[in-house]
C-alpha cells in the first residue's frame, strides 16, 4: 500500500468522523433518526464545487458558505420533523435524500448526471492543501473540531434540552423545552457541520456527481453511527474508523461494502443496539469494568 | 383573586365530551381531584399545563387566561406538573433529571447554547432538592433503574426545579406501598407550607382524603360535587358516582 494511498484512506475517514459526529448530534443527541444525512453531505459539496468553479470564489468563503447554506436547508428540512414523529420522520428524510439527488441530476445549473469537475485544490493562507499529508492534516483538524463542537454541546442546558426530547416530548414540555425548538437546532447544527464536510470532499476529489450522495451513501453514514455507538462521542468515531476501514483492509469486500453496512446494522440492531462502544453494550460494559478494576488494582498496590 | 380559576371549560375529542362546563378555583390550599375513571381529571390537568388547548372556556392563572399557551411556556409561569405515567428522562440519572427542570429558563435563550449547565451552584441546588425528596441513595442512578415510588419522588423533584407556584400531582400515590404513600403525604405537606399551590389527582381514597383540604369531585366531564373531604364522604351523589347506584 503506497503512502499516497493510505493518506487518501486517512482522510476519507476523517470526513467520514465529522459526518457521523454530525448524524450522532441529530439522531444520538435529539434522537431524530434520519436517513437523508448524505443529502447534507451533497448540498455543501455542491455549494462548494458551484462557488469554486462557476465564480471563482476561494476556498475558506466557499467552505464557510457550504456550512451556512448547508445549515440554513438543514434547518427547512428539519421541519417535517415537527409535524412527524420517529419511523415517519425516517421515511420523510429517505424522501428528502431522493428529492435532493433528483435536484442535482436534473436540473442544468447543478451540472446534471455529468456533475461538477475541475474543483480547485483548497489555498488558505497562502498554504495549499493539495491531496496527500496537508488534506489529510486539514480534514483531521475539522474532526477535532467537529468533536470538540459535539463534546461542548453536550456539556451545556442544550445537551441537556437535547436528551430531553430524546427521552419523551412531553416530559421535555414539563421542564420548560419546546421540542419545535430544539429538533431545528439539532437539524440546523448537524446539517451544518455535515456541510463543511461536503465541501472537505469536493475539494479532495476534484469533482462532485450526484450518485456519490445518494441514499445508500445515508445508510452507510447511519451505520457507522449505529454500529459504533449511538449518542456517545467515542461511538460514531470508533463507527467511521472501523467501517470506513475495514473494506480497504479486506479487498475482498470491496464490492460488498453496502452488505457489509446492511448487514452491520441488521445484526446490530438484533444483538447490541447500543452498538459496539455504546454505553450499557457488552463491549464498553467490559472495558468500563476492566478499566475500574486497573484503577483500583493501582490505587490498592500505592 | 385565586391563583387558578377555571371558568367553564369543556373539551371534547371527535365526538366524545370530556369535560363539560368544568368550573373551579384553587388558592392556598391542597386541592384533590377525584372521580371515577374516564371522568375528565387527566384531561382537566393536560388543559391546565398547557398539553390540551380546550374546546371552549378559559384557564386564568394570576388574572390571566393561558388556555393557549404552550406547555413548554406555561411551566415558566410557574405551573409544573407530574405525569400519571412516570415520565422521567430514562437515559439520565436522578441528578441529571433534576437538573434538566434546572434548566427551564435557559431553554428558550441563546445562553442555554453556550453555557455548561453542571456548575457548583446547580450542583447545589440539585443536592437540596435531593434531600428535601429523599433521594440521596439514588444521586447517580439512571432513572429507568429506579422502583416506581422513587421515579415518583423523582418527577416531583424536577418538577420543584422548575420553582413552581402551582404544582399540579397526577396520581402521585399511585404504585405506592402504605409507608412510601405515608411518606410522600408528608412531602406535599412540607411544599404546601413552602407556599407551594397543589392540585393532585388521586384514587388512593385514604390518600386522598387524610391529605386534601377541600376535593373537587369530577364524574363524567362535570363537577358533581365540591368540598372538605368529609362534607365529599358524606355526599350522595359522590356514593352514587362511585358505586354506579341510582
Excluded at chain 1, 443527541?29 to 462557488?51: D, K, P
Excluded at chain 1, 451540472?111 to 488558505?124: E, F, K
Excluded at chain 1, 459535539?150 to 434540552?161: E, H, M, R
Amino acid at each position: 500500500m503506497s503512502a499516497g494511498y493510505a493518506l487518501t484512506i486517512l482522510t476519507f475517514i476523517a470526513i467520514y468522523i465529522s459526518l457521523a459526529l454530525s448524524l450522532n448530534i441529530l439522531t444520538g443527541f435529539a434522537g431524530q433518526v434520519s436517513l437523508g444525512h448524505a443529502a447534507f453531505l451533497g448540498i455543501g459539496a455542491y455549494t462548494s464545487a458551484i462557488m469554486a468553479t462557476r465564480y471563482g470564489y476561494s476556498f475558506a468563503v466557499d467552505f464557510l458558505s457550504a456550512i451556512i447554506i448547508t445549515g440554513i436547508v438543514g434547518i427547512f428540512l428539519g421541519l417535517p420533523s415537527l409535524r412527524v414523529r420517529h419511523d415517519f420522520l425516517v421515511l420523510a428524510t429517505m424522501g428528502i435524500n431522493f428529492v435532493v439527488i433528483s435536484v442535482f441530476k436534473y436540473v442544468d445549473f447543478f451540472g446534471g448526471a455529468m456533475g461538477l469537475v475541475n474543483i480547485p485544490a483548497p489555498t488558505l493562507f497562502g498554504l495549499s492543501f493539495r491531496g496527500g499529508l496537508p488534506y489529510f492534516i486539514l480534514t483531521s483538524f475539522y474532526a477535532l473540531v467537529t468533536l470538540a463542537i459535539c463534546w461542548y454541546i453536550s456539556k451545556t442546558w442544550s445537551g441537556l434540552a437535547f436528551h430531553t426530547i430524546r427521552n419523551d416530548e412531553d416530559a421535555a414540555a414539563s421542564v420548560g423545552v419546546s421540542s419545535a425548538r430544539y429538533k431545528i437546532y439539532a437539524f440546523g447544527i448537524s446539517a451544518a457541520i455535515a456541510g463543511g464536510a461536503g465541501s472537505l470532499y469536493a475539494h479532495f476529489l476534484g469533482s462532485v456527481f450526484p450518485d456519490t450522495f445518494a441514499f445508500v451513501e445515508s445508510i452507510a453514514i447511519l451505520s457507522m453511527v449505529i454500529f459504533g455507538g449511538v449518542g456517545t462521542l467515542r461511538g460514531p468515531i470508533i463507527g467511521a474508523i472501523i467501517l470506513r476501514l475495514a473494506p480497504e483492509l479486506l479487498r475482498f469486500i470491496q464490492d460488498y461494502r453496502f452488505t457489509l453496512y446492511g448487514g452491520l446494522l441488521v445484526l446490530m440492531m438484533l444483538f447490541q443496539p447500543m452498538g459496539l462502544l455504546g454505553d450499557g453494550s457488552w463491549l464498553w460494559q467490559r472495558l468500563s469494568l476492566l478499566s475500574r478494576s486497573t484503577k483500583n488494582n493501582i490505587t490498592e498496590g500505592g | 383573586m385565586a391563583l387558578l380559576e377555571v371558568h367553564q371549560i369543556s373539551h371534547w375529542f371527535g365526538g366524545l365530551q370530556a369535560l363539560r362546563d368544568v368550573s373551579l378555583q384553587a388558592d392556598q390550599e391542597i386541592l384533590g381531584l377525584i372521580g371515577p375513571n374516564g371522568a375528565g381529571k387527566t384531561t382537566l390537568f393536560n388543559i391546565i399545563s398547557g398539553f390540551l388547548t380546550p374546546s371552549k372556556g378559559e384557564v386564568i392563572y394570576q388574572g390571566k387566561p393561558i388556555q393557549k399557551i404552550p406547555p413548554y411556556n406555561i411551566v415558566r409561569l410557574g405551573i409544573a406538573r407530574t405525569f400519571q405515567i412516570v415520565k422521567p428522562f430514562t437515559t439520565l440519572t436522578v441528578e441529571e433529571n433534576i437538573l434538566a427542570g434546572l434548566g427551564m429558563p435557559y431553554y428558550p435563550q441563546m445562553r442555554g447554547l453556550i453555557s455548561i449547565y453542571r456548575t457548583p451552584e446547580n450542583l447545589k441546588i440539585v443536592s437540596d432538592l435531593i434531600e428535601f425528596c429523599s433521594l440521596q441513595n439514588y444521586r447517580e442512578a439512571l432513572a429507568n433503574r429506579l422502583p416506581i415510588g422513587i421515579q415518583r419522588r423523582l418527577e416531583i423533584a424536577r418538577a420543584l426545579a422548575t420553582k413552581p407556584k402551582l404544582l399540579l400531582l397526577d396520581e402521585p400515590a399511585a404504585g405506592l406501598v402504605a409507608q412510601e404513600a405515608m411518606e410522600l403525604a408528608d412531602l406535599i405537606n412540607k411544599l404546601f407550607e413552602k407556599g407551594i399551590q397543589i392540585i393532585l389527582i388521586e384514587h388512593n381514597m385514604r390518600f386522598a382524603m387524610n391529605l386534601c383540604h377541600r376535593i373537587v369531585v369530577l364524574a363524567q366531564g362535570e363537577i358533581i360535587a365540591q368540598g372538605t373531604p368529609i362534607e365529599i364522604q358524606a355526599n350522595d351523589k359522590v356514593i352514587n358516582a362511585y358505586l354506579g347506584q341510582e
